[in-house]
């Protein structure tokens, strides 16, 4: 089993920036894909950024490309999503997520372990 825990999600003005972050305990991740999705209310989840920690392979979806940054600190065992130029479609809850084998996946239900998710909520 994983757990993943997620931080750093608040209410933030438009144009402002967060940092989310999220750490996997109870296995090691090595050979695992990992990222983020998010959820605003009414839509269904939407895939945001992935990346493959051993071979760091990533990707980011089109709209938040530019804006958003996945990245790792392997010595913190802590995965990070850095969102500058924050819109106010961009609230929504963000879920930590990972998937054993390493393959980078944009489908929800192709990943086994999900985080409680934290709350991001942009003023415009």
């Known amino acids: 089993q994983v757990q993943l825990v997620e931080s750093g999600g608040e209410l933030v003005q438009a144009g402002g920036s967060l940092r989310l972050s999220c750490a996997p305990s109870g296995r090691t991740v090595w050979h695992y894909a990992m990222g983020w999705f998010r959820q605003a209310p009414g839509k269904e989840r939407e895939f945001v950024a992935a990346?493959?920690?051993?071979?760091?392979?990533?990707d980011t979806a089109d709209s938040v490309k530019g804006r958003f940054t996945i990245s790792r600190d392997g010595a913190k065992n802590t995965v990070y999503l850095q969102m500058n130029g924050l819109k106010p479609e961009d609230t929504a809850v963000y879920y930590c997520v990972a998937r054993p084998g390493g393959v980078v996946s944009r489908i929800a239900h192709e990943h086994a372990y999900w985080g409680q998710g934290t709350q991001v909520t942009v003023s415009s």
């Open positions: 990346f493959n920690w051993s071979g760091g392979t990533t």
